[in-house]
């Protein structure tokens, strides 16, 4: 069997396959030659090894981008997996109206960055004008904070159900016979549903956690960087390098600065999945 | 139940309803937004309901439609998102079955390489992405093609490009080779469960791998098509950055996303009232499929991170 599909790789194999060497592999191994060049196009770019290296490592814009880009992964990851947590452990206490609760708090997955971006602008702009404070694109703490709200109002419906899964996988005969044994909820949700979670927490860690580090589109909707791009997350300032720049070296320093993000994320990446992974509770 | 355990509960269940009013007051705030007059919409009074004074009607959805294309983009967007589905759901749903089941270093390589371009973040591709598809789709034409081979063709004929990936058409192949990776992903995690024994006997009794693979193993991978389709069409409808740079805007293509960003003039200047519409008309149409299908939706949503 396996002789005759390996016959008809042209049919399994080639559409996905050229579609994904245009889309995916050339376009990545060029990327990664264009970031030891100078270049304004493709085609006329000339090797400067690795000036454009040193320049992204000593940009004070780019260095605080990942600063922000950090801090703001770590706190939102931390906000959106405990209060979805929250939420799930509420909405399997079997109350009334669970699938209603269930359906509204997931709805902001559906709609597009741009768009949960646009929304929270008008509001927490309204908010603050209504208290007197500076406007977000004015104050960089308040772009911080209306970022967090906005990522915490989009992914906590997300990472919701993953919990709600996982929490439902668990086998009722270990909480019966936790409560036979005596133990109080307390003691239930730390000593066995928690560490039967893990492989949740596993997921939603390494979703919330390249999220955060990836964000692009809300953060250019909610502030677009301002001010003076105190609230560019790494994404966006990569994006402003390229376009927002004129002159013949900002391609190639953009370029630099795509690499490192890639291999950042690719590093936390595997951090994340080895970490967690080996706290895992066998079944 | 305890006394104390129904008190729990009532208490859990209005502070979910308190935080569900939450949940949808903002897209609520830009519906009854969208109805004001444009002078009446400022930061200081979003909150407060249209009067018989501000209210405005249809006007702003009236003035979002036409102003700048709004049913242009409405149906680009639509282009893309079902055809790329249907591309991703069938090559990839192809290619995963012949990575599970041929068993050579070659299929493992490529799963590798799939399961890295999930990782890989699009900053990385953005530049080289864009200016290749911009110039495979000007430099690909037919009369270059015809130059080539000798042979004349009329002028209108030659500017016909082969590989057009910079139209709401090609583009379809740029997002077949971006999604791949976690259709494979998802698609490979489900097939290592089909027991190998139904497609043998398919096999025996004289189908060929084509046949095989669309009347016995496509049928067994429904559930993973709904889950796999569900989360690529999240992302495909929603997806700003890679149609903004690699559609040529000249022509006139855009999708949605694209147009609410256009009525942020490029002076600070923002027309309120037409940018709240557009974002209501992108929002109820998402609305109304979550209404129909929220059962697959969020079904679809637990399997995919059960498997990644």
Redesign the interface.
Known sequence: ??K??????P???L???A??????????L??LY?SFCKFV??NNATFNGLKNYIFALTEADFLHSFGFTVLFTVVSSACINVAALA?AL??T?E???TN????????????????LG???N??L??VL??LGKP?MNLYAPYGFIGLLILMC?QQIG?MM??Y??GLQSIPGDYLEAARIDGATERQIFWKVKLPNLM??IT??A??TL?NG??L??QNL?LTGGEPAHQTEM??LN??QT?YGRSGPQW?GY??AK??L??IL??AI?MIQLRATRSKEVQQ | MTKRHQLKDRITTVVLALLSVAWVYPVFMILFNSLKKESAISTGTAFELPTAESFAGFANYADAIQSKGFLSAFWYTLVITVTSLVLILICCSMCAWFITRVNAWYSKALYFLFVFSMVVPFQMLMFTLSSTADRIGSSATVGNLAGKLGISVSKAAADISLLPLNTPYGICIVYLGFGAGLAVFMFCGFMKSIPLEVEEAAMIDGCGPIRTFFLVVLPILKPTLISVGILETMWLWNDYLLPYLVLDRTKGYMTISILIQYFRGSYGRVEMGPMMASIMLNIIPIIIVYLLCQKHIIKGVAAGAVKG
């Open positions: 069997m396996e005759a599909i390996r016959k008809y790789w049919v399994f194999v559409p996905t396959l579609a994904f060497l245009i889309g995916f592999v050339w376009p990545f060029q990327g264009l196009t493709i939420i509420a909405l206490r109350i009334k109206g209603l609760f269930r359906s509204v708090f997931f709805m902001p997955n559906l709609i597009g960055g741009i768009v646009y929304i929270w008008i509001l702009n309204c004008t209504l406007l109002w997300y159900i993953i709600i899964a492989p949740s997921i939603c390494f979703l390249t580090f990836k692009f589109d909707a790494l994404a990569i994006y390229f391609k953009g370029q795509a690499v993000f890639c994320v690719i990446s």
